[in-house]
């Protein structure tokens, strides 16, 4: 009796075959992630035991947490917070955008002061601005209006035209500013020279050129920093409280050192400043789709 046995496969032919063989005929294995399921399961369980403090650990006093939330002076300090967030980024972005097209000029005076103020008002930590500000009156009794090195036609007392508001106003939109004007240049630049030269081909008026070509385009690459910018203003706001100003975080540090509750005072202002954010934050989401019309993503 003779032995037979199969021919060897060469293997070129073996991988012919596999090719060969229909969809339905392969074995597809999954990529198998287990290190994933375990980072999913360990971030679960610590996110579940800070959520199960949350809501059992007495300390977080949530009761008192809900008493002045929408207690009428926590309500107040809030409204303070809005408009030192509302002047200080309306007068600020103003201020920035003149600074910018300065920094963008021909002229190099301009340049140069443009720079000079970006400058110095990013050194100097914002604190020392505002309680300059406030002390103004120390070192200008009052403000004259006039010829310039002649004489002044009237004058204002610094002690009653300078208040904590309008210190903090003025401290927060003149260093706003310079962040502003550094966010707008950058957004112009972006915008590619060709189309200026081609509008201007066109005979299109440089005011319009601005208006119409360059801002909507340049928009989408300042709207992300300009809202990050907004958002960090709205919550460096509680610096003021240097000044007792009765802003939000301070208007919570009177509560607390009253009751001596300072968990959930903290609590109350946390979460105020956590929906202001959001708001801010949708807010930010539809007008960069308006920007964004267009746009090849």
């Excluded at 021919?7 to 990529?31: M, N, R």
């Excluded at 601005?129 to 200008?140: E, K, M, P, R, S």
């Amino acid at each position: 009796m003779s032995l037979t046995s199969d021919p060897p496969i060469d293997p070129p032919a073996a991988k012919e075959a596999e090719s060969d063989a229909g969809p339905d005929e392969l074995t597809v294995v999954p990529v198998r992630h287990p290190w994933r399921w375990v980072a999913i399961a360990v971030t679960a369980v610590l996110l579940a035991q800070f959520l199960n403090g949350l809501i059992t650990n007495p300390g977080w006093e949530w009761d008192v947490f809900a008493q002045f939330f929408t207690a009428p002076t926590i309500l107040k300090a809030v409204w303070i917070t809005l408009q030192l967030t509302f002047y200080g980024t309306a007068i600020g972005f103003a201020l920035g955008i003149v600074l910018a097209f300065m920094r963008l000029s021909a002229s190099g005076f301009l340049r140069t002061v443009a720079y000079g103020y970006i400058w110095a008002f990013r050194s100097i930590p914002l604190i020392v601005q505002l309680l300059f500000w406030f002390n103004l009156a120390y070192l200008y009794k009052e403000v004259t209006f006039g010829i310039p090195f002649g004489p002044g036609f009237f004058a204002f007392d610094t002690m009653n035209l300078v208040g904590a508001m309008s210190a903090a106003v003025l401290g927060l939109a003149l260093h706003q500013a310079a962040y502003a004007a550094e966010i707008v240049r950058g957004g112009v630049l972006a915008v590619g020279s060709g189309q200026l030269e081609a509008a201007a081909a066109l005979g299109i008026p440089k005011f319009r050129q601005l208006r119409r070509i360059v801002l909507p385009q340049a928009m989408r690459s300042i709207l992300p920093n300009a809202a990050n910018e907004i958002i960090s203003l709205f919550k460096g706001t509680s610096i003021v409280s240097v000044m007792a100003i009765g802003e939000l975080f301070y208007q919570v540090q009177v509560v607390y050192g009253r009751n001596g509750r300072v968990v959930p005072l903290l609590m109350v202002a946390t979460v105020w400043y956590i929906l202001l954010t959001t708001v801010l934050s949708v807010l930010q989401h539809y007008v960069e789709r308006h920007y964004a019309k267009g746009a090849v993503r």
